[in-house]
């Protein structure tokens, strides 16, 4: 059964779809969404996400996140009212600097979003290559306890950069 099926008739429950059929929305925008959703291309939502992320690449390259000075209003809320980086805090300093190819630049920006981007990249070319054209390319295995230890040791890079004293004061960006 088709989600525009389910749409059209929500009144009539089949066996057993009865309360899946009850929940759904009937309204013109939800009729929308599927309708469009249906007749999209596969490529679509691929090729939207990457349309996404090169509207961002673009703006990071022209704005240059990393020529601020010390003197200038911090752009995060959290370091604005804690004065303590945050976990994501540098990260488009080191998504400048990788755009540039000066890894070691980036790695001293965010440590872990420049561990985590060819992860990323690789996972996103994954999932765009199987869902257009069905083919599937080796993936790591992800299990619950890989990204536990991922955002453990994220948590932990967050703390140890934000010690105020030496060698921790080289990470605070």
Not at 22 to 42: C, D, G, I, K, Y
Not at 54 to 61: E, F, H, I, K, R
Not at 71 to 76: A, G, H, R
Not at 138 to 145: G, R, Y
């Amino acid at each position: 059964m088709t989600v525009t099926h389910a749409i059209e008739h929500a009144d009539q429950p089949e066996i057993g779809h009865a309360h899946a059929a009850a929940e759904v929305e009937t309204n013109r925008f939800a009729r929308f969404l599927v309708q469009l959703h249906e007749r999209s291309p596969r490529w679509a939502a691929p090729a939207a996400i990457a349309a996404c992320f090169l509207g961002a690449a673009s703006y990071v390259w022209i704005s240059n996140p990393a020529d601020t000075g010390a003197s200038d209003i911090s752009t995060c809320v959290i370091k604005l009212t804690t004065g303590l980086d945050c976990p994501g805090c540098g990260g488009t300093r080191a998504f400048f600097y990788l755009m540039h190819g000066n890894i070691p630049e980036a790695a001293r920006h965010h440590a872990m979003a420049v561990f985590a981007a060819p992860f990323l990249v690789w996972l996103y070319l994954a999932w765009t290559i199987k869902f257009v054209w069905g083919r599937t390319l080796p993936v790591p295995k992800l299990s619950a306890k890989t990204i536990g230890v991922f955002l453990a040791a994220w948590a932990i890079f967050m703390v140890v950069r934000n010690l105020p004293f030496a060698p921790f004061t080289s990470l605070y960006v």
